[in-house]
């Protein structure tokens, strides 16, 4: 992610959280997707002006944090490829 702080070095707390990430998911793809989810996000990049510190690498890999941002709540509700068109759906 070009707009985050870069990160020096992957030790300790963050090797542990990296790993347990990689045991879930085992593909470099998983991780290239998240970052490329994580950089379109106006709100985790600090864009908006919600959060202008915006994320970093230990807060998207908290496990916590990850589900949020796999489940798609820091998506810009603007995209559309994470806006569901629900107008054919029978109720």
Partial sequence: CSSLPKIQGIKDDRQTRVRAVWKEHKTTEFFK??????????????????????????WIIKPANLRKILEGNYDNKTDPKYTKDYSDVKT
């Fill in 33 to 58: 997707e998240l970052f490329i989810r994580v950089e379109k996000s106006d709100f985790l990049t600090g864009r908006n002006g919600k959060w202008e510190q915006g994320a970093n690498f230990d």
